[in-house]
């Protein structure tokens, strides 16, 4: 259980607004430089380092260290999830103050987006939908199941399903099923194993492709005939 002085420090870590706007723009799973992350910001890169030490020392990011660069990411899905619930509370207490002005973007992130390694925003949501309807997995309040008829679609989809599968001789593999709360939909996406194995099934077979410079994906005319014939949608949102 996290003592009041932890918490309290990942508060007011991920309260910085630099620090704030560095992670949510590793919602999208990459891993960024701090260069990037400094431009993100509108901080120095002096300033920006500071503020990843910080955050990697905390265990909220990870760094990879490639030739002379060093790659910042999100340390664990846990990160991940409390980003995304920060976004829902954030987002119920700005509805109870104002109206919400949308914008071309906003549209675009509640259409289709990332959320960590796995798919987002309504596109996500109806493919959790699609995927329950379709008796392939079986959704409750924090858990996940997949069926036989769940295992068979991932087969045919050419997903490797033995690596996705936990094993208690493995250790540090994560929950293969479990839902996420969409903070913009209000209603669960799919997480945990098989949300990132589908995400990342998407975007190698040209299904769903990335906006530059936000978490928004747009979903290809490939994409949108994938979806509808294998997964039910009627219309995948774009």
């Known amino acids: 259980m996290a003592t009041n002085a932890a918490f309290a420090e990942v508060a007011t870590l991920a309260g910085d607004p630099a620090r704030a706007v560095m992670l949510h723009a590793l919602m999208d799973g990459r891993a960024l430089t701090a260069s990037e992350l400094a431009r993100a910001a509108g901080v120095t890169p002096q300033t920006a380092s500071g503020h990843l030490a910080r955050l990697a020392e905390a265990g909220l990011i990870a760094v990879a260290v490639q030739g002379r660069h060093r790659y910042h990411r999100l340390a664990t899905p846990a990160v991940a999830r409390m980003m995304e619930s920060i976004m829902q509370v954030a987002s119920e207490a700005a509805s109870s103050r104002k109206p919400i002005v949308v914008g071309p973007r906003d549209a675009a992130l509640r259409a289709a987006r990332t959320c960590y390694d796995h798919l987002a925003g309504r596109l996500g949501v109806d493919l959790a939908d699609a995927m329950v309807a379709g008796g392939h997995i ?14 068979a679609l991932l087969g045919k989809l050419g997903i490797d399903i033995e690596a996705l599968v936990p094993r208690p001789d493995k250790r540090g593999v994560r929950l293969l099923c479990r839902p996420c709360l969409d903070w913009s939909e209000r209603r669960p996406h799919l997480a945990g194993a098989l949300g990132a194995a589908l995400c990342a099934h998407c975007f190698d077979r040209g299904w769903i492709r990335r906006s530059e410079g936000t978490r928004a994906v747009s979903v290809t005319p490939k994409g949108q005939q994938a979806f509808r014939e294998i997964f039910g949608l009627s219309a995948a949102r774009s």
Not at 138 to 151: E, F, I, K, R, Y
């Open 138 to 151: 079986v959704l409750a309040s924090d858990a996940g199941v997949m069926t036989d008829s769940g295992m």
